[in-house]
């Protein structure tokens, strides 16, 4: 005689729960239940078993023992074929295992959760059960996402029992699952501790998409998000364009961090990470079409961020240019529409999802052994804190723009230099091995309209000789963090050259 399978459910989230049940009484599993779930598939008609009807413990301790008895686990772990010892144990093989969690990260993402709520939300039992069902593979099955309910119900209808192959898929989703819920607890209890950089690292990204390939053709890729709730790279719509490629990511990324610091309406134009125009206006369509010109050759099969909804005067100025991808917050009907017939449907136009928020919490880089974490928190800068060391002094415009080129210095790749006008880029030099070669560039650049601008330096300048390139380009005020051995004879280049010069005390790296 074949001895019935069974199934046991204990879920949070009843999505889909009742017909999967249903689903499965009708091929002939018995099922079972803790008391809440017990009781939703009561509700609905179907038969089912109470936890702890099967185990004769009636559930304490306010519900927080219900599934921790021997005859679950043992029912669960059982090897094939071990039926005498189950019966000596008063147990019964179980073959399929139904668990999802209290929503614990739910929970705790709320601004106002009690700790003693959240600690209340840490599920035992059925990370238990999961991790019970999923190291016995070889026998029981295990659901812990309702999306599987049809692919699990299909293939039982279909074959009458579930396969090596998907026992195995659904083995290692359920360790993903409880990893990924540790995880989540593990995180908050640290930042609880006002732990900035925790003492270990738990990650617990979803895939998002594999992508088309890395930053060659011969590296694999893909995209993977944590939990945000503002306006991110990993969490933006694709509107249309072809599937997104890693280096696509990473310049959106950049595109999108560096809109994100102003309030004013900004547009920011991208090339390989680096920035080859920026510039504030009144309205978007002037900031774009000014971003743009700041360096349009470079700009060419650029990536564009915007910080407003982009509207038609937007679009037209952008379907004449060469561009590769826009991420912004919003598009208007017609302006989405103009964008779409970019590059015959190629372009890419993402939209970001939630608010803006300059705060970029950790930034991470990998290196061989090991991972790199860093704040991206920025200290404001404050003018009064400035010192002025030359004879020339900047106006209250000039002090603006040096405002605004310390933002953007934070995004270009050191050594940088950055010059600036009017609160728009009109040169940037960028990745130099050397800052006189940096000033060089920024001032090539910029040509004509380096005469008057403000230049932001990212760090010190160790020797004179930028200023002095500076100088041949016509560049009005410097602005720097200073510190070097040489300040004195940097600050008398500057009074040579008759520059103001603008010690911020804040270094700008980027690398």
């Known amino acids: 005689m074949v001895s019935p399978r069974r199934a046991l459910f204990s879920v949070s989230d009843k999505e889909g729960l009742v017909d999967f049940a249903r689903g499965l009484h009708a091929l002939g599993f018995e099922l079972m239940g803790t008391e809440g779930t017990a009781k939703t598939l009561k509700d609905a008609g179907l038969p089912v078993t109470t936890v702890a009807d099967y185990t004769g413990l009636h559930e304490g301790l306010g519900g927080r023992v219900k599934t921790l008895h021997p005859k679950i686990f043992a029912g669960i772990l059982a090897p094939r074929g071990d039926e005498r010892d189950l019966a000596d144990l008063g147990a019964v093989p179980i073959d399929l295992v139904v668990v999802n969690l209290y929503p614990f990260e739910t929970t705790a993402a709320k601004p106002d959760v009690r700790l003693e709520e959240a600690i209340e939300n840490i599920d035992i039992g059925g990370v238990s059960l999961i991790r019970a069902a999923a190291k016995n593979a070889a026998r029981v099955s295990v659901i812990v996402r309702p999306s599987r309910y049809p692919d699990v119900l299909r293939t039982l209808q279909e074959h009458r029992s579930i396969p090596e192959k998907l026992r195995n898929e659904l083995a290692m989703e ?77 310049d959106l990324d950049a595109a999108l961090r560096l809109a994100t610091e102003f309030d004013r309406p900004a547009a920011v134009v991208i090339k390989h990470t680096n920035p080859s125009g920026v510039a504030l206006a009144s309205s978007l369509t002037e900031a774009y079409t000014s971003a743009h010109a700041a360096d349009p050759i470079s700009a060419y099969g650029g990536v564009v961020g915007l910080n407003r909804p982009v509207d038609l005067a ?198």
Not at 189 to 218: C, F, I, M, S, W
Not at 227 to 233: D, I, L, N, S
Request: positive net charge.
């Open 314 to 511: 937007t679009a037209k100025g952008m379907r004449k240019d060469v561009l590769d991808a826009v991420i912004a917050p919003e598009y208007e009907p017609q302006a989405l529409d103009l964008l779409k017939s970019k590059k015959k449907g190629t372009f890419l136009i993402l939209r970001t999802r939630g608010p803006f928020r300059n705060d970029h919490g950790i930034d991470m880089v990998r290196v061989l052994g090991g991972v790199l974490l860093q704040t991206t928190d920025f200290p404001r800068p404050r003018p009064e804190a400035f010192k002025v060391v030359t004879m020339a002094s900047p106006t209250p415009a000039q002090m603006r723009d040096i405002l605004f080129g310390i933002l953007v210095s934070r995004y270009v790749k050191s050594n940088s230099i950055v010059l600036v006008k009017g609160e728009r880029t009109v040169g940037i030099g960028a990745g130099q091995m050397s800052r006189v070669d940096a000033c060089m560039l920024a001032c090539y650049k910029a040509k004509a309209a380096a005469r008057g601008s403000v230049a932001v330096s990212d760090a010190y300048f160790p020797f004179r000789d930028g200023v002095d390139e500076l100088a041949k380009g016509g560049v009005a005020i410097v602005a720097q963090p200073g510190g070097s051995i040489r300040d004195d004879e940097v600050i008398a280049a500057a009074d040579e050259h008759g520059i103001g010069m603008v010690f911020t005390g804040i270094r700008l790296f980027k690398h």
């Open 174 to 250: 359920a360790f993903e699952y409880t990893s990924r819920y540790d995880a989540a607890i593990y995180n908050y209890l640290a930042k609880r501790q006002g732990t900035v950089l925790p003492p270990a690292l738990r990650l617990a990204y979803d895939k998002v998409a594999d992508l088309r390939y890395g930053e060659n053709p011969y590296q694999k890729a893909a995209l993977y998000h944590e939990p945000f709730p503002f306006a991110a790279t990993a969490t933006a719509e694709k509107l249309q364009g072809k599937e997104l490629s890693y280096n696509n990511l990473i």
